[in-house]
């Protein structure tokens, strides 16, 4: 079977502004934005997806620097945690249809928040990966549920349907990421308790 070509940094950097274009065409934009929940469970990902895509051209020296910065990436996660705990408030999502300013502050916060999870994530280790989902899909879940159950319009560019919607996909989606991770640090320890048994009876 021949392999998967190898995505160099380079070609990752390539697809990242390619996606970060695609993402500011006007006509892209206001799609996702004209319902609440395809903005902040669509459009925030892609950005974060570009900030990641971007993250991989780094320099070698800026990984250094970073890495002092960033020791097991505690200060990165803390980061994103902040950004996207600050981006959920639903005044946040009015002032960034409404002001330029604010739109483009949300998108720059967004980039640097998917370059520090990149940067972050494997540094972090179980432990830090555990801590910091154990903070932000509880919360996210949380606002989820905000979100379903008041009976008040929270942002007033959406209407109460959609405000709704969105608490269920934020639900939804808090859910499948705490099992997705689960699962995976499940098979990694059963990998590594069959590689240690492996080791002993050789």
């Known amino acids: 079977m021949t392999p998967w070509p190898r995505c160099t940094p380079r070609t990752q ?15 892209l934009r206001q799609a996702l934005e004209a319902s609440m929940w395809r903005h902040m ?38 980061l994103v945690a902040g950004v996207l705990a600050v981006l959920m408030v639903p005044r946040v999502l009015d002032l960034a ?16 928040a998917g370059a520090a999870l990149r940067l972050s994530w494997r540094a972090a280790g179980l432990v830090v990966q555990g801590f910091f989902l154990g903070n932000v899909l509880p919360m996210t879940a949380v606002v989820g549920q905000l979100y379903i159950d008041t009976p008040l319009r929270l942002c007033n560019a959406y209407l109460l349907d959609d405000q709704a919607r969105l608490g269920q996909w934020l639900v939804g989606l ?4 705490a099992l997705g991770w689960l699962a995976r640090v499940g098979w990694w320890t059963v990998r590594r308790e069959g590689d240690a048994i492996a080791v002993k009876n050789a």
Do not use: D
Not at 13 to 18: K, T, V, Y
Not at 48 to 77: D, E, F, K, Q, Y
Not at 97 to 112: M, Q, Y
Not at 174 to 177: K, N, V, W
């Open 13 to 27: 950097a390539a697809l990242g502004l390619a996606l970060c274009a695609l993402l500011a065409w006007p006509a």
């Open 97 to 112: 249809l409404r002001e330029p300013a604010i739109e483009i502050s949300k998108c720059a916060a967004l980039l640097g």
């Open 41 to 78: 469970v669509l459009q925030f990902p892609l950005l974060m997806g570009v900030g990641a895509l971007l993250a991989a051209a780094l320099p070698p020296r800026a990984h250094t620097v970073v890495s002092r910065w960033n020791a097991h990436g505690i200060a990165g996660l803390v």
């Open 174 to 177: 808090a859910a499948l990421l």
